[in-house]
């Protein structure tokens, strides 16, 4: 029997998570490879919406996080929200130096991972004068592919250990010892299709499924806005 599962697209995260959750309680062994994909992954009906209250309500009532929490892992909304008008710069100064130390862990969160890259010795990665911002690299290169689309869709497959044109979020250098307690999020991969739909690829390498994955779908989804 295959160890794999690979699901109908569902049209929101929510509705991704109850069916692959469905599915994992349903398979007659372990799963080690799920694949879905999420259509509307921005959109939030209002079944959607209760769903999110149920869900965080059971979270807290269990003593683990509610999905917004898990979320800002991946992508901070309210700290967006508050400093996104200050440009850039001023966002992720402001998570680096007053939010992190607050939320971090052991081997910090992948927000983190996304806008800063630190060597062995664990001093911080720079490009020219400036530390080196993996996520900030792909914006400029996805608003060029935009302004000037190349001839082909496969601009962005590119070997995965160069971080100026998709993020790991792997690293060997902190990570290879952790056996259980690492990221579980390896990968994301960006892409811009015909229509200039932003597509987003996530590989994770294994998941806390129920406590979790709502909420990083979440946070996956708010790198496309």
Known sequence: MANHLVLEDANSVVGAWLASTKAIDAASKPVYNLVYSVMSPTELSSGDKSALKIFDKFAIEHGFHPSDTVANTIFPLDTYSTKINSGPEEFYDYYLGKVLPKVRKKWGTYFERMIIRYNADRSIMMKGNRRLNPLETVIDK????????????????????????????????????????????????????????????????????????LGKLLGLARLHW
């Open 142 to 213: 996805l608003k060029r592919r935009v302004e000037n689309p190349p001839k082909t869709t496969t601009h962005y497959e590119v070997s995965i250990d160069d971080v100026a044109f998709e993020i790991a979020t792997y690293n060997p250098f902190l990570d290879g010892n952790y056996q259980v307690g690492g990221p579980c999020l390896s990968h994301v991969s960006f892409k811009i299709d015909r229509d200039n739909t932003l597509r987003l690829t996530a590989f994770y390498r294994s998941h806390w499924y129920i406590e979790r994955a």
